[in-house]
């Protein structure tokens, strides 16, 4: 029974501890699974933290795997999501030449058309931010690398979910216990 | 450091006074009712033991020979008593030394906690003499683990400690504590931790799941039970066992479950697993309903997942969802405290007698007593058997012993004919299968237990993998039995490469020392036996000792433990010879 490989989006509240990290990434160390993103900062709950890892797996690797994410004491709850659960966007920078700009006046259309943001311009080089979808990204980084790239660089999917994750009333449980 | 406010306290001792961290570490011990430990010293950690050399009244030191020696005879001490088993050592080679320890504990679900000393904070980081990032090797083998470096943190995190160490599905935690830390001031005040907010350690019992395994277990003709440690860790011996008579379940163990039902009890049809007994492995594949309850799966007790009790319905009893359909697909799951859990099934089952389908355990025992276990325990060849030691231990002991054994064929033995009458009395390496364990581990044992008869089984190469915790004996005058069954192989590995490596013996004979002289030197009364007329003397004579003993039995040289499921086979493959 081959089960389909699928991407989904893994959410983990945490405590905000020194370590987690080194616990949550000997999970997927162990079980050999690639770590194909992986964002963490604060969520929405004071002192809480929150992982968004994107891994291409079954769904029954994910429903494991997030079992023995729960299992660690420090998390809070975790959860697994696919894509159309989930609204999720990626973001990017360019660094390219100042140059290009006048040379190629092409690529002012191409900022333009792909809703990319100039963050800064200087005689030497000016830089690009753009968020959305990976395809779209991915795009835009073919488009420009005809002109040369000097410096690219892309963040780990950030996500939220169609759906309610319930943390904040299992917070509020312990405290009312 | 958030750890405090994340954790619900209870205030136990709360005369505040200006201390140093050291003491804090063992003024919390205390307060966790801590009254023996077990160590090493060095350079990380002397600030600590300058404090249990000064509290040493109230707190009891043992000083093993190696650490590994310390983490095992902490493991030791948490099994047979069911509290939590303390460790120390220094930082760097002392703390690596835990290590193997620490992984059997968690593997097996043993509450430790082990505190190791750390260099300077200012020195993290820059490779200082004996720095070791331990709570990094540590993380994938703790069920938690943490590291402190001020002094105010002591009490809090390790109140923290002892907490997840013992709760829910116990396991060992790691302190690392940086010498400044040690040598810093705080005021102490004890609070003992009643929760950690983001740790569930007990899922509540959903009576619909008990419920739901209440119908299929009255609907089953041939239901099965198999239990493992999670009814010793739970305390539900008693539930299982009014579970067990009321619905009439022939019931098997995992080796780690071993004495929740005594040996003798009518429904106990044995061990499952690859050396476990004929009737439950083959009937695995016949039963209808079978019933998990504190058990895990491992792959030594299912073999060949794809042919696992296909036929049957699954239910599974278990307080950690992790395991839920880990391994095996279950039909339906109870997500609990077993104690719990077993007390709300007991009133929903139907009274049963399953009379045929007990008879047919009781035909397939029968053709394992004519075939294997007549040969084991009532030998007719020359060469004595370990079967017949392990007999001869119940006789004198009347079944009462707590058996501590190592790994390999005399482990397995050891399981298979020890009489289990009490509970709690086989402490084994399961998970981990650590050969080494079984030394330390029954000193932990006896000093825990001083009232039981404590009698560690131990094969020839796994007696030299910890044999300097001889010195622990003698020093502590700890009265373990020690019975060493000497086949002059790594019998286990021997066995394997007669069966599946044309008997090539790479690397598996041993050319022993002599043991008695060696335990002589420790001044530890010994014996040599070969014969089987010397047996039954030798061992009343061990038994009744009020001090240490050692026995060397002299065993056949390639003797085998059947029956055997065959890596990867189905557990109806099982062999008898
Ligand atoms: C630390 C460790 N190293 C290696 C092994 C592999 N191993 C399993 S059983 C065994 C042989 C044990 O021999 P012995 O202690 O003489 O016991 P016997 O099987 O002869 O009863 C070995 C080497 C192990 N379990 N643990």
Redesign the interface.
Known sequence: MNEEIKTFTISIY??????LL??IS?IFQ?RHINIESLTTSQSEID?VNRFVIVVNITETQA??IV??F??Q????RAFYHTDEQTIFTESCMFKIKSALLFEEPQIQNIIKESNARIVTVNKEFFVLEKSGRRNEIESLRRDLNVFGIMQFVRAGRIAVTKDEMKVTEL?LA??N? | MKTETQNKTQVVANNTIRIPGSEAVVRSLIAEGVDILYGYPGGAIMPVYDELYKFQNEIHHVLTRHEQGAAHAAQGYARISGRVGVAIATSGPGATNLITGIADAQIDSTPLVCITGQVASHLLGSDAFQETDIVGISTPVTKWSCQITKASEIPGVLAKAFYIARSGRPGPVLVDITKDAQFGELDFEYKKCTGVRSYTSVPKTNPEAVKAAADIINSAKKPMIVWGQGVILGKAEAELKAVIEKAGIPSAWTILGASAIPTSHPLNIGMVGMHGNYAPNKLTNECDVLIAIGMRFDDRVTGNLNTYAKQAKVVHFDIDPAEIDKNVKTDVAVIGDSKDSLAQLLPLLEAKSHDAWLQEFKDLYDIEFEKVIKNDIYPTKEGLTMGEVLKQINIETKGSAAIVSDVGQHQMIACRYADFNVSKSNITSGGLGTMGFALPAAIGAKMAAPDRHVVAIIGDGGFQMNIQELGTVFQQKVPVKIVVLNNEFLGMVRQWQQLFFDKRYASTEMTNPDFVTIAKGYYIEAKRISKREELEGAIKEMIASENSYFLEVCVEKEDNVFPMIPTGASVSDIRLS
């Open positions: 945490t405590e905000n501890n020194i370590g080194n616990r000997a162990r002192g429903k494991k079992g023995q729960e299992k004491i420090e998390v809070i917070l312990f405290n216990q």
